[in-house]
């Protein structure tokens, strides 16, 4: 059933009225969506609305509720994501999974090894925030994560989290299983999970983390690539979270 945001001003009664012209060129142009089809439709509130399409017009879609509730599309606690961008498209694997996998928010970091200049990132950021967009659509996402304006690490760390995971391909000091059976993460603690760049972190960065102290978590012997990195991690810690 296709999935699109809207604004909960747009709800009256038993009627949903669709007039933004994105959604409304989305359904009535490219999906060619008739009336009687279904569509689901998420507010800001986070409820979900199932509904039918009840009038097709040349400005707006009526679609008639037939049933409204919380959506649950989400992980209660929050999952945070500090990456150094890659040049190529796996950057935009990378968006697209984390997305799917239920980041709040992406930090893109720019690091000494990163492949992607401050620059060059800044104006990456609409194209990210778009399949970030899109990405929550695809699976039924309650929130859209935000994409933030690229910077380094220290202003990242500046910000409060309740846990910080620093993954190192070859560090030695403590796998992510053992990490999180010692650190088990709780409801609605913040989450920030960094992934460095594919020739990975500087000797500098590493004295940095451990000047703060943090963890330097391996995924295993296998060396992965950035984005193999970012999926794996996620989704073993949502895993290791759900046991």
């Given at each position: 059933m296709p999935?699109?945001?809207i604004?909960s001003?747009?709800?009256?009664k038993?009627?949903?009225?669709?007039?933004d012209?994105?959604?409304y060129r989305?359904i009535?142009k490219?999906?060619?969506a008739?009336?009687?089809?279904?569509?689901?439709l998420?507010d800001?509130t986070q409820?979900?609305?199932?509904t039918?399409?009840?009038?097709?017009d040349s400005?707006?879609?009526?679609c008639?509720?037939?049933?409204?509730y919380?959506?649950n599309?989400d992980?209660?606690?929050?999952?945070?994501?500090a990456q150094?961008?890659?040049?190529?498209?796996?950057q935009l694997?990378?968006?697209?999974?984390a997305?799917e996998?239920?980041?709040?928010s992406?930090y893109?970091i720019?690091?000494?090894?990163?492949a992607?200049s401050?620059?060059?990132?800044?104006?990456?950021?609409?194209?990210?925030q778009?399949?970030?967009?899109?990405?929550?659509?695809?699976?039924?996402?309650?929130k859209i994560p935000?994409?933030?304006e690229?910077?380094?690490?220290?202003?990242?760390l500046s910000?409060?989290f309740d846990?910080?995971?620093?993954?190192?391909?070859?560090?030695?000091?403590?796998s992510?299983?053992?990490?999180l059976?010692?650190?088990?993460?709780?409801?609605?603690?913040?989450v920030?999970?960094i992934?460095?760049?594919e020739?990975?972190?500087?000797q500098?960065?590493?004295?940095?983390f451990?000047?703060?102290?943090l963890p330097?978590i391996?995924?295993?012997?296998?060396i992965?690539?950035?984005e193999?990195?970012?999926?794996?991690?996620?989704?073993n810690i949502?895993?290791?979270?759900?046991r």
């Amino acid at each position: 059933m296709p999935h699109f945001f809207i604004n909960s001003k747009n709800v009256e009664k038993n009627c949903v009225t669709i007039s933004d012209l994105e959604n409304y060129r989305h359904i009535a142009k490219s999906l060619r969506a008739r009336i009687g089809e279904k569509l689901l439709l998420i507010d800001e509130t986070q409820i979900q609305y199932e509904t039918i399409i009840s009038k097709i017009d040349s400005e707006k879609i009526v679609c008639h509720i037939e049933k409204k509730y919380p959506s649950n599309r989400d992980l209660d606690f929050d999952l945070y994501l500090a990456q150094s961008p890659l040049r190529s498209d796996s950057q935009l694997t990378i968006v697209e999974k984390a997305t799917e996998l239920g980041i709040r928010s992406i930090y893109p970091i720019i690091t000494d090894n990163c492949a992607v200049s401050l620059d060059n990132a800044l104006k990456k950021v609409p194209k990210w925030q778009r399949i970030m967009y899109e990405a929550s659509k695809q699976c039924e996402r309650a929130k859209i994560p935000e994409c933030y304006e690229p910077s380094y690490l220290d202003k990242v760390l500046s910000n409060k989290f309740d846990k910080i995971l620093v993954l190192a391909e070859r560090s030695t000091e403590i796998s992510l299983k053992e990490y999180l059976y010692k650190n088990p993460i709780t409801k609605g603690e913040k989450v920030l999970v960094i992934v460095g760049p594919e020739g990975g972190f500087s000797q500098k960065e590493f004295d940095f983390f451990k000047s703060k102290n943090l963890p330097l978590i391996t995924l295993g012997n296998l060396i992965l690539k950035a984005e193999t990195a970012v999926i794996t991690a996620l989704g073993n810690i949502i895993y290791e979270y759900k046991r």
